[in-house]
């Protein structure tokens, strides 16, 4: 089976552009998380989907936001961008269910490099 | 609100040693608690969780980590090193009372293993 799977896998943008992050998930999870991670940090929690529906989201102002399809694959998309959005985003899915998502461990993807110049 | 620490940026240990990579947390409900590890422009591997039950949990690759609840911490062990887990090891917490839909890593611990 085919893991997490992101496009693109590198990208350089411009400050002030917009850009959109894919993921495809693991067939049969229904749960996306997507996290940023900058150099020499930790992964930092973006937002959680589960049934299309936004179940939790991280500390970032509104130029972040994203959305989740019908077949459960989802999009990042980041508004304005700041040199400071230079980062490794992540997309992870697990097959969380409400009541017992915090008990599956997630299965990440090898993540979008993103450059803003 | 919840919080992960790893209190070491790097660990370095020879090969055939022992290797403890510590780990504490703060949640204000019961905690899920995860190690996951990052090799050089890859995405992160899940190893093991603790979630109920047995203090003591064995993962992937010949890791285990223990669960204590009074001193918050959640270390991974290995009884004997290998170069090839040297690495980026990152603990991550989840809080049943945010609906276990919100995890925290922490900053990550290099691991060097030396032959």
């Known amino acids: 089976d085919a893991g997490v799977t992101q496009s693109p896998t590198h990208l350089i943008k411009t400050r002030g552009q917009h850009v959109t ?26 937002f959680q989907y589960y049934e299309k529906e936004e179940r939790g989201r991280g500390n970032f102002p509104d130029r972040f936001s994203a959305r989740q399809f019908p077949n459960y694959s989802s999009e990042l ?8 959005d ?29 450059t803003v110049v | ?31 899920y608690l995860f190690w996951y590890v990052q090799y050089p422009n890859r995405g992160l591997q899940f190893l093991l969780k603790y979630i109920t039950g047995d203090n003591l949990v064995k993962g992937s690759y ?16 290995k009884p004997s090193a290998l170069v090839s887990d040297s690495a980026l090891y990152f603990c991550a ?23």
């Open chain 1, 86 to 114: 230079s980062a490794l985003y992540l997309c992870a899915s697990s097959h969380g269910q409400v009541g017992h998502h915090a008990n599956t461990e997630a299965f990440f993807g090898q993540g979008t490099r993103l």
């Open chain 2, 62 to 77: 010949g890791f285990e980590a223990e669960f204590n609840k009074s001193q918050t911490s959640f270390h991974l062990k």
């Open chain 2, 1 to 31: 609100a919840q919080s992960v620490a790893q209190p070491e940026d790097q660990v370095n240990v020879a090969e055939g040693n022992p290797l403890t990579v510590k780990c504490t947390y703060s949640v204000s409900g019961n905690p």
């Open chain 2, 93 to 115: 917490v989840r809080d049943s009372n945010t609906g276990g839909f919100k995890t925290i890593f922490g900053a990550g611990t290099r691991l060097f293993v030396k032959a």
């Open chain 1, 21 to 46: 992050l894919r993921c495809s998930p693991i067939s049969g999870h229904k749960s996306v998380s997507w996290y940023q991670q900058v150099l020499g940090q930790g992964p930092q929690f973006i």
């Open chain 1, 77 to 84: 998309n980041v508004n304005a961008l700041l040199l400071g």
